[in-house]
């Protein structure tokens, strides 16, 4: 078992969904709380991380809800990995996002047993497709990323190519990574649901 923090990214601006996707509810529970929940197992400290205006939203629960760090607010996703590794330390992060709300503990459970150094990032690949934002780190990674950060440098799959020891993960079932942007997948895979339980 790997000593790790949880990273739950939350600090998007949800521009396609139209409101904040955090707080958008399945079976009457919030986004956030189904990627709370699928890492809990696994993780010594939750961190939610997220930006001013959504923060007061999160309330009280087994998890810490903080901002990305000042200068790189809205950077992106990495800007909020980053800022929890900042935060925290742990030797290891399993970081997801909070548009997964099919996601549940069992990716986890099969990526953590290749958390092993040399690896420094363990991805999950679905349908040929990297999956960069559920995935496990070491901290070893934070050097590059401050790098990426500070160069303005935003994306995700590209700050992966900066990582020596990657370790790719493939996986069959594809429903936890349903990824929502918009309002029509959202009602689309909510529709389709009941034919993929
Ligand atoms: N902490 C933090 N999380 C972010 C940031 N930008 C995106 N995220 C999170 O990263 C995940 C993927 O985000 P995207 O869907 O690419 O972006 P988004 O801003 O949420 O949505 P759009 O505005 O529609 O692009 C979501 O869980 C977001 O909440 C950021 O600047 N800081």
């Known amino acids: 078992m790997i000593t790790a923090g949880g990273i739950v990214l939350a600090g998007g601006k949800s521009r396609r969904f139209g409101s904040p996707k955090a707080f958008a509810t399945i079976d009457g529970q919030p986004f956030y709380m189904r990627s709370v929940k699928a890492l809990m197992p696994f993780v010594k400290r939750m961190i939610i991380v997220t930006n001013e205006d959504l923060k007061p939203f999160f309330g009280k629960g ?57 690896v420094q990032a363990v991805i999950p690949v679905v ?9 496990i780190y070491h901290h070893s990674v934070k050097d590059s990323l401050s790098l990426q ?30 990824n929502i942007n918009r309002q029509w997948d959202f009602e689309t895979y909510i529709a389709k649901r009941r034919g993929m339980d």
């Not at 810490?64 to 990495?78: A, F, I, N, R, S």
């Not at 925290?88 to 069992?106: G, K, L």
């Not at 500070?150 to 493939?170: D, F, M, T, Y």
Request: glycine share 6%; aromatic share 12%; net charge negative.
């Open 127 to 135: 349908n040929g497709k990297k999956e960069p934002l559920i995935a």
């Open 62 to 118: 087994e998890y810490d809800v903080v901002k990305d760090m000042e200068q790189y607010t809205g950077h992106g996703p990495l800007a909020g990995i980053y800022s929890a590794m900042e935060r925290f330390s742990y030797p290891w992060y399993a970081v997801v996002p909070v548009d997964v709300p099919f996601i549940d503990e069992n990716v986890f459970r099969v990526m953590l047993p290749y958390c092993q150094e040399p």
């Open 149 to 178: 950060l500070s160069r303005g440098k935003r994306s995700v799959h590209q700050w992966l190519k900066e990582i020596p020891n990657v370790c790719e993960v493939a996986m069959e079932n594809e429903k936890p990574f349903i």
